[in-house]
C-alpha cells in the first residue's frame, strides 16, 4: 500500500513540475540546453514504480498467492468461484 501512495504523491509532483518542462522545452527550441528537468525524472521514477508494482502484483497475488489460494478454497465442479460467508442479502429464488 505504501507503494501505491509513492506513486500517487509522485503523479501529482509530476504535475506540478509540468511547467518546468514547457520552459526547458522552449529553450531547446530555441537551440540552447534544457538541462535536468525535474519533471522528466519524476516521470521515469513514477514508470520504474509501476513496473515494481506490476511485477509484485504478479508474484503475490496471480501467481500463487491471494488470489490462487482463494480459488482453490472455493472451487466448485464446474470451475467456478464459490464465495462462503455470512452476507446481509439473500439469494434470489
Same mark, same amino acid.
Given at each position: ?11 501529482? &509532483?509530476?504535475? #506540478? &513540475?509540468? +511547467? ?5 522545452? !522552449?529553450?531547446? !527550441? !530555441?537551440? *540552447? ?30 501467481? +500463487? ?8 478454497? *472455493?472451487?466448485? &465442479? ?6 462462503? *460467508?455470512?452476507?446481509? #442479502?439473500? !439469494?434470489?429464488?
Amino acid at each position: 500500500m505504501p507503494l501505491h501512495w509513492l506513486i500517487a504523491v509522485l503523479i501529482v &509532483t509530476a504535475w #506540478f &513540475t509540468g +511547467d518546468g518542462a514547457e520552459v526547458a522545452m !522552449e529553450a531547446v !527550441e !530555441e537551440g *540552447g540546453v534544457a538541462g535536468f528537468v525535474p519533471h522528466v525524472a519524476v516521470g521515469l521514477s513514477i514508470l520504474a514504480l509501476v513496473v515494481v508494482r506490476i511485477a509484485l502484483y504478479y508474484q503475490y497475488v496471480l501467481k +500463487d498467492g491471494l488470489l490462487r489460494r482463494m480459488m482453490k478454497a *472455493g472451487r466448485t &465442479t464446474k470451475g467456478r468461484v464459490q464465495i462462503r *460467508g455470512p452476507f446481509p #442479502f439473500r !439469494e434470489p429464488g
